[in-house]
């Protein structure tokens, strides 16, 4: 029979508007997040990381959102072009060294 | 340019063919790490080398083995690869003062049959 790849979750978002891409985490104790960006055939790149004794941080064009009563994080992309287009996942610290919990990612489609 | 280079970045190999992946890089960071990743599965840590000479097991390091002989050299050996083994691997290093800046390589996608 077929069979059927894994797919990502897909965000499609025209070019020039706000993108918001979400994450969702499962240890409320963990105390660092960061988003990495993976472009097709290239590797993860650091985009932006965050500790839990914030709630907001911005960098270039992004902002970071953490959310800890839900355990929720969203890396949102200002004025999205087409260069943004790529696989976007969080990470977050797993106890106290320095190991990361990936995320599968998010597949962001950016179309003109 | 700063950068970190595997080789091969695709290879297509036969269960229980040993093989080397190269991995180096340029930035003089002291901590390198091995991934690999899977559809559906994230990456996953396979070994990581805090610096010369030390070496410390992932989260998936069965079927893997590493050295650090060199401070800019992190090869990753598979003595004996099984289908299982097929994925896109990627190593990565950061400088010891930001744990979590990892500069990642571009990727080689291997396939055991």
């Known amino acids: 029979g077929e069979s059927v790849g894994l797919h990502l979750p897909t965000l499609s978002v025209q070019e020039g508007d706000n993108s918001i891409i979400n994450c969702a985490y499962s240890?409320?104790?963990?105390?660092?997040f960061i988003w990495y960006k993976q472009e097709s055939g290239k590797g993860p790149q650091f985009i932006i990381d965050i500790r839990s004794n914030m709630d907001k941080r911005q960098g270039q064009r992004v902002t970071v959102l953490l959310n800890k009563t839900v355990k929720h994080l969203s890396l949102q992309i200002a004025a999205t072009q087409p260069g943004d287009s790529a696989v976007y996942f969080c990470?977050?610290?797993?106890?106290?060294?320095?190991?990361?919990?990936f995320g599968k990612g998010t597949s962001l489609l950016v179309t003109p | 340019e700063a950068q970190v280079t595997q080789n091969p970045r695709y290879l297509i190999t036969v269960t229980g063919k040993k093989l080397t992946v190269t991995c180096s890089q340029n930035m003089n960071h002291e901590y390198m790490s091995w991934y690999r990743q899977d559809p559906g599965l994230g990456l996953r840590q396979i070994y990581y080398s805090m610096n010369v000479e030390v070496t410390d097991k992932g989260d998936v390091p069965e079927g893997y083995k590493v050295s650090r002989k060199e401070k800019r050299n992190f090869p990753l050996i598979l003595e004996s690869p099984s289908p299982n083994q097929t994925s896109l691997y990627f190593c990565a290093s950061r400088e010891t003062g930001r744990p979590y800046e990892q500069y990642f390589g571009p990727g080689t996608r291997l396939t055991v049959t």
């Open positions: 240890n409320s104790a963990s105390d660092y």
């Open positions: 990470a977050e610290r797993r106890g106290s060294g320095y190991a990361l919990n």
